[in-house]
T-cell receptor, first 116, second 116 residues
């Protein structure tokens, strides 16, 4: 099991460029998440998905779009990158279920994005 | 609404001495609480979790945390620090609301330094 993987690991963009970050999980998890991590702010939720074909906004969704065409993949898109989107992006996934044992999220290694 | 406060942004200890990382939370619902660790340029790894069973929770690498409802705290401790413990630690609260939706909130992180 590879767990949660993210590509690419690093990327530098110029303002206005677009790109897509890919998250893949091989654990058959229903829920998937995209977070951004900025110094002194912990992780903040951008978008999430509760299943194939469904997505929802999180805490900081502006400037990002997502798609979940396949259960195992969750894509994060930046249509027109801005310097404020310089951050480390983490993807996570978890099993569906209301029991507290399903609360744990499994994280990918992160993508470090710099927008010049 | 729920929130998590990590009371120290930086903690420095000597190798072999105890570690205490403090976390307070607020929640209108019965929470699940987690501690995650992030080593430099790595993803987040689950250290331990509290899910309404025993209030003293043991995790990996000798860490443990005690859930104290009366103090709304979930402090992380380790009897003897090791150099490999140097990392950033995040306290996380998860609650399931009346709607069935589960919300995850991250603290801002505590950077642990271990001096030789």
């Amino acid at each position: 099991n590879a767990g949660v993987t993210q590509t690419p690991k690093f990327r530098v963009l110029k303002t206005g460029q677009s790109m897509t970050l890919l998250c893949a999980q091989d654990m058959n998890h229903e829920y998937m998440y995209w977070y951004r991590q900025d110094p002194g702010m912990g992780l903040r939720l951008i978008h999430y998905s509760v299943g194939e074909g469904t997505t929802a906004k999180g805490e900081v969704p502006d400037g990002y779009n997502v798609s979940r065409l396949k259960k195992q993949n969750f894509l994060l898109g930046l249509e027109s990158a801005a310097p404020s989107q310089t951050s480390v992006y983490f993807c996570a996934s978890r099993l569906i279920g209301l029991a507290s044992s399903y609360n744990e999220q499994f994280f990918g290694p992160g993508t470090r994005l710099t927008v010049l | 609404a729920q929130s998590v406060t990590q009371l120290d942004s930086h903690v420095s200890v000597s190798e072999g001495t105890p570690v205490l990382l403090r976390c307070n939370y607020s929640s209108s619902y019965s929470p699940s609480l987690f501690w995650y660790v992030q080593h430099p340029n790595k993803g987040l790894q689950l250290l331990l979790k509290y899910t309404s069973a025993a209030t003293l929770v043991k995790g990996i690498n000798g860490f443990e945390a005690e859930f104290k409802k009366s103090e709304t705290s979930f402090h992380l401790t380790k009897p003897s620090a090791h150099m490999s413990d140097a990392a950033e630690y995040f306290c996380v609260v998860s609650v399931t609301m009346d709607t069935g939706r589960r919300a995850l909130t991250f603290g801002s992180g505590t950077r642990l330094q271990v001096q030789p």
